[in-house]
């Protein structure tokens, strides 16, 4: 596949006064009792969601209608939309922290000053996009000096456990004679673990009505850093990046489940792994996702997920579905001020000022400033989020079953949940390496 090839065309999403997020149009409902009612009721022929779940496309008054068939005693939802979780300049500080950040200047910080925030990307028009309920969406990844790393692979009695990232997908390396100058690729250090099948990973994707402006997209290259940091603390695990996240960083659930069936329904080759660095709140909980994640669950397939970046306790899903490792941010000097929190996080790790892989020779308009240009990546970026804490503690994992010959269930018993680790309240256990 062309590494020109386009996203899918952008769904339209809509924003509930709860909160979160769904697909415009579209009602989901379970079982065949469920289908043949709402079938009745909408006027409307359902597609198959999976093999118990329907959707309804093309309806008005999602959640009326949603609420109609629960009355009636039917299972049915809205088709959520999440989010990919990088932090940007306007993540929220905790709110425990407010005041505190506000009396001692962090607000009059001269970096908001700064000219770039008169730059005319202010006027965007995406800047009025109901994604700024969420995140902005400015890509806020920044460019970092390069690194060399030769080849390594972990030593120990257990086989590197696969790796699944549902991501934005990830750049991919050079063809043969290709102008290197025009090839967004990944640097070479993580080119031999990546399975580079499917959709690229693009810097500037065109999307549905609007052709690529050559600036950065707002997600772009959230996959390919994720795989870098995956290789970077625990190298030679095999590592599949598959596209599931849009160019505005949303995914339905239903193509999330999708995806996640997928993997639990694949050749069984070793033992395997689930990152996910994206989520959201749900009107309820998202059921049909809770399947999904339940048979991974049930193949031993252990899923670690992204807290989020909006200072709440309020439960993101899928990292709080029960099983799942919910993980949250961790600074030089404690608890980031944006991460989530809550009795549903499991874990913190490292999730700020990280330095990862990146897209190679991409240079966007973005404006030089003095000497400056903070949107020319030479293979290497610097980003923060709970986005990036989960592959941390799935490289954790990795590590643990290559040293100690153990499964993945187990894994996640000695680094997440053994009853003698260091646990910080609210956010989980402790896990650095």
């Not at 289908?35 to 009326?64: M, S, Y």
């Not at 990944?186 to 499917?198: D, K, R, W």
Request: charged share 20%; glycine share 10%.
């Amino acid at each position: 596949m062309s590494m020109d090839t386009p996203d899918p065309p952008v769904t339209a999403i809509r924003f509930a006064d709860e909160g979160f997020a769904y697909v415009d149009g579209e009602v989901l409902v379970s079982g065949e009792e469920g289908r043949d009612r709402a079938k009745e009721l909408l006027q409307l022929d359902p597609v198959a969601a999976n093999d118990t779940w329907w959707r309804f496309v093309g309806t008005d008054n999602v959640i009326e209608i949603v609420e109609v068939l629960e009355s009636q005693g039917l299972q049915a939802q809205p088709n959520h939309v999440f989010f990919a979780h990088p932090c940007g300049p306007d993540c929220p500080p905790h709110p425990s922290l407010a005041y505190e950040l506000l009396s001692e200047g962090w607000w009059a910080n001269p970096l908001k000053a700064n000219p770039l925030k008169a730059n005319p990307l202010k006027a965007n028009p995406l800047k009025a996009n109901p994604l700024k309920a969420n995140h902005p969406m400015e890509n806020s990844a920044v460019p970092a000096m390069g690194r060399e790393l030769p080849d390594r692979q972990m030593a120990g009695p257990g086989a590197a456990p696969r790796v699944v990232v549902l991501d934005t997908g990830v750049a991919r390396p050079p063809a043969v004679g290709a102008n290197v100058a025009a090839v967004n690729h990944c640097p070479p250090f993580i080119q031999n673990a990546l399975n580079i099948g499917g959709v690229a990973d693009l810097p500037d994707a065109p999307m549905p009505p609007l052709a690529r402006d050559w600036f950065l997209d707002p997600v772009a290259g959230h996959g390919t850093f994720i795989a870098g940091l995956i290789e970077q603390l625990a190298p030679g695990c095999p590592i599949d990046v598959q596209k599931v996240i849009g160019v505005r960083g949303e995914v339905s659930e239903t193509d999330l489940a999708a995806a996640i069936d997928k993997v639990v329904a694949g050749p069984s080759v070793g033992q395997t792994i689930i990152s996910i660095s994206l989520g959201g709140p749900a009107l309820d909980v998202p059921a049909l996702l809770r399947q999904s994640v339940a048979k991974a669950r049930l193949a031993g397939i252990p899923i670690v997920a992204s807290a989020g970046n909006d200072g709440t306790c309020a439960r993101q899903y899928p990292a709080a579905f029960p099983g799942v490792v919910a993980v949250g941010a961790l600074g030089s000097d404690g608890p980031t001020p944006w991460t989530n929190y809550g009795d549903w996080v499991d874990a913190c790790a490292p999730g700020c000022d990280l330095v990862s892989a990146f897209f190679d020779h991409f240079n966007g308009r973005f404006p030089r400033i003095n000497t400056v240009d903070l949107d020319e990546f030479k293979g290497w970026a610097t980003w923060s989020g709970t986005s990036f804490s989960a592959p941390v503690v799935v490289a954790a994992l990795c590590r643990e079953i290559v040293q100690s010959g153990c499964t993945a269930v187990d894994a996640v018993r000695r680094v997440v949940r053994a009853k003698h680790l260091m646990r910080i309240p609210c956010l989980g256990t402790v896990v650095n390496i």
